[in-house]
């Protein structure tokens, strides 16, 4: 009885009666080894002693968090959108201002703060299939088949709850890449999908091979219905920038199987290896002609948090639709709004990203300068974290090729990994920790990104600052020597 | 023929495609009136949403100049800006990663959000403790209606559907959520005779029923009510606790229009309060949003929710849920923290702050006397009085003649007269039958929170259509 004379009633909501399928979601990403680290954070700043002064958190693709910084434009129309009696200000540039002002135009009530429809203001759309337009070389692009969404993990969610039904054999099966970025897998669990993996080659550059697909494929009809085949190009956790020959190979492959491709293209600014490119998988299925281009069936997604902007916390993104069943397009319409809608400030980020400041306007040149140095800083830490990480013994990483990651394979002695396992932790989790205590550097281990049996692996962002990225990587050199040496 | 056709069952049932019907027509009588095709009025006048900034309600000044601040930190110099503004956006910078509010922040929030909405729980609620460890920003309370939804969901293999008790009318798109999610909706009626009050011998009754279909864990209530406007009383709020805790049911209270009340005496009770005062060990979690109050902020995507009494596992279970989340929007965490916040007297914004928000407060409280003065005067159209909220659901005394009518058209009344009133008058409001009703019954649902003028336009606009229909009908 409590206080009052209340019955203390057993619980609602308990581990037996929550939904199973929310307790096996799990995200490595911020899941127990970021926990540890924000503790030791704590612990830090009260004072705690420990052989290091600060926590590094390399585990998280966050730009601006590692000290780059926003582009000015964008955040200049953003406070010119916000705050409009700025538009009076003659601080703020011209094209700052008609950008400001064009967006608000399609703003109910001319303001941020006014709903949009669900799929996202339609002058926006227009605007982001413009840029597609450009960037594909003038393959058209509807925009109807736009929806704005909140960051591209929103979309790939709502695309993939479209995809899954179906009881036992019938059950849809997704493709998804080892390794993979674990919203991925969060996404299929929660939803109850069955997932099948098919393995990139680490042994060529994490490059993709048909064979591979095909063999994962065949399994998998066994116990379930492959219905879609995600791929990350450039990828997250590997870098791999995938050639053009490897993109038409995955589309003819899914036009053969019927698979829905879901190609995850947010690095697609993010290339850095020479005789690498970024191919659109739109681009390329028209390239291939009608068979395919009128056939397959195809969501890209892309968004304003990684590439240049690296504006994460704004949550701007959309999808592209291509060869949508237009009843199946009509129920995802209907799904979106459910939602409601995106966060507008993150769509009139989406609308300058792909409007920016043309070679006539004010803003031009500073522009110009802060995107080429923050992809050229880019480029030069990723190859400086590629060459060191190599000199290491035990340690061997495939070129940087894209993207904002590093993911080494990392020699662990036989004793290291039974003292994990006795203690129930996958062995890269175990170095992981390790590395994190006496370091105070946070990396996220492999096993949350899928890898081979019995290799082992770390993610790490190319983001800290160039110096203290070199520190990192001293650390981690240290860390691996005297790790080897104590369970030899 | 793509094999997409054979999509997920509960996504294909989840909507009903008449809800469209009004909001095309509205976009095609726009698109007219653009292209120069006269009609009797110069635009659509859409009354549909409970979106201020839409309907000419301007935004809160403090809330745009701290957003602009935090989003281009130049301003910040900048000595235009009030103090108090230019000081608030430096320590919410302070709180982002790297300094920015374009980084990633904690699933839940930023930490010292949360502790500031803790605080103007505790201080609402008059003292009663609220951690910080219980709350988490969503985006939007209907992002968090659907996680909780979400975590109450048993797949189909399980012998029972969880079910969610919801009343009737309950606003459309949180029906959505329920079926898009696949919970089964187990409806209970509102008295709209006494004010839509809601009668625990109701209750009773409903979750009897459920129980033969479907495994009740939750009930929903809206307080104050969208669409009725209602206000619990404290006995009523009281009677629910008791009755979850008799019952096994789980609290979802949606409190988005706390701020928005009108009577001389503020009449809201949280459920956490009297939840408090009771020693009720009963599970609650409540939503509040940074969309509705006079801020109306809803294209930022801020609200928060509140889990008191839930098992410690759980709770574990659900931070870990929102790891892969993907965080809510910094521009709504921050109009969030504002919200929670405001202006106090002493700063240099609170002067301006206090009066647009009592100029938005007295405009809709002014369009509240009009509409029930306008429907009073009008026959076959009443409505209960309005306490709380943006809306009137004023019932339609639709005659026999025009209920015939609607038969053969095969349309509810309520939609077909929303159809002809769009057609004839550019008003957009939404009918009754998108909400639920009790059977027989009719109404429309329109937004009052918009400019005085425009009020006017629409109550004039309202009243030469009703007549005319009324005598059409009769």
Redesign the interface.
Known sequence: M???G??????????D???????S???A???PIVQRALQIEKELKMGMKKPFTEVIKAN?G???????K?ITFF??V???C??PD?LE?SRFPDDAKSRARRILQA??????????VSQGIEMIRQDVAQYIERRDGGVTCDPDNIYLS??A??AIVTML???????GASRTGVMISIPQYP?YS??LA?L?AVQINYYLDEDHCWSLDVNELRRALQKAKTHCTP?ALCIINPGNPTGQVQSRQCIEDVIRFAAEE?L?LMADEVYQDNVYADGCEFHSFKKVLFEMGAEYSETV?LASFHSTSKCY???????GGYMEVV???P??KA?LT??V??????????QALLDVVVNPPQPDEPSYGTFIKERSDTLAALAEKAAITQKILNQIPGIKCNPVQGAMYTFPRIHLPQKAILEAKEKGESPDMFYCMKLLEEKGICLVPGSGFGQREETYHFRMTILPPKDKLKIVLGKIQEFHQCFTAQYS | ?????????V??N??HSEKDILSRHAARITAEIQQGERKGYNEVLNLS?G?????????LTFI??V???C??PA?LQDE?LPLDVRERAKSLLKE???G??????D?SGIAKIKQGVSKFISSRDGGVPSSPENIFLT??S??GL?IMV????????SSWQTGVLIPVPSYA?FN??LA?QGIVMVPYQLCEEQGWTLKVEELHRALRSGRTTCNP??IYICNPGNPTGHIQSKESIKEVIQFA?EE???LMIDEVYQNCLYGDRPEFYSYKKVLSE??????LVSFNSASKGF???????GGYMELV???P??MQ?IR??F??E??T????QIAVDLMANPPKPGDPSFPIFSEEVESTRNTIRNNIHRTQKVLDELPGISCQPLKGGFFVFARLHVPPKAIEWAKNRQMEPDLLYCLHLLEETGLHVRPGCEFGQKKDTHHIRLCLATQEEIMEDVLQRLKTFHLRFMKEFS
């Open positions: 409590t206080e009052n209340f019955k203390q009633h057993d619980r609602v909501l308990t581990m009666t929550i939904n199973p399928n929310v307790i979601v799990e995200y990403v911020r899941g998280i966050d730009c601006q968090a590692m000290g780059q926003p955040r200049q953003l406070a010119l916000s705050y700025l200000d703003c109910g009530g001319g303001s941020l703060g006014a709903y949009s909140t960051g993990s929103n709850k479209l995809l899954v039904s179906g009881e919203l969060a996404a929660e109850g219905r019927r829905f069936e902007m690296g504006e994460c916390g704004f949550r060869n949508l069943d009843e199946v129920q209907k799904l709004s459910v939602r409601l809608c995106p966060p507008v400030p993150g | 023929m793509s094999f997409l056709k054979k999509i997920k069952p996504a294909k989840a909507f949403s979106d201020l900034h839409s309907m000419g309600i301007k935004p745009r100049q957003l602009a601040a989003f281009y301003l235009c982002c990663e790297g920015s509010v374009g980084s990633y922040t699933s985006s939007g209907q992002r659907m979400k975590l109450l969901f048993q797949s189909k293999d798109s959505l959520a898009a864990m939750a805790a096994k049911l789980l009771m020693g009720s060990t009963v599970e801020m109306g902020e809803c294209g930022l995507r009494n839930f098992d596992t759980v279970y870990n849920f790891y892969t993907h965080t929007p910094v521009s709504g």
